[in-house]
Nanobody
Framework: QVQLGESGGGLVQAGGSLRLSCAAS????????MGWYRQAPGKQRELVAV???????NYADSVKGRFTISRDNAKNTLYLRMNSLKPEDTAVYYC???????????WGQGTQVTVSS
């Protein structure tokens, strides 16, 4: 059974930092592309950052220079370091694991990030 468990969300003031974690089980973590997505109230889910199995990264323009995605294959864990947080970063953040086949696409339950002005 595949499980992706996010943690690290919370309430922070604008300009602050948070680190999200996503612990994965039930998949061969190291060969999956992993990503963070977010969904704000009334908006569609959007890509925040992705990291391939080889370590290549890609970021949404809105978070470039502020967020850093990383992975620890030995711990089957994905991270998102978020600095200089803004109120518009407020959303539920979801962890995603994507394998080679389209059916290998898994989501976590999400963790709430709230940035106060």
């Amino acid at each position: 059974q595949v499980q992706l468990g996010e943690s690290g969300g919370g309430l922070v003031q604008a300009g602050g930092s948070l680190r999200l974690s996503c612990a994965a089980s039930g998949i061969a973590f190291s060969i999956y592309a992993m990503g963070w997505y977010r969904q704000a109230p009334g908006k569609q889910r959007e890509l925040v950052a992705v990291i391939t199995s080889g370590g290549d990264t890609n970021y949404a323009d809105s978070v470039k220079g502020r967020f850093t995605i990383s992975r620890d294959n030995a711990k089957n864990t994905l991270y998102l370091r978020m600095n200089s947080l803004k109120p518009e970063d407020t959303a539920v953040y979801y962890c995603n694991a994507r394998g080679i086949r389209p059916t290998l696409n898994f989501w976590g339950q999400g963790t709430q990030v709230t940035v106060s002005s």
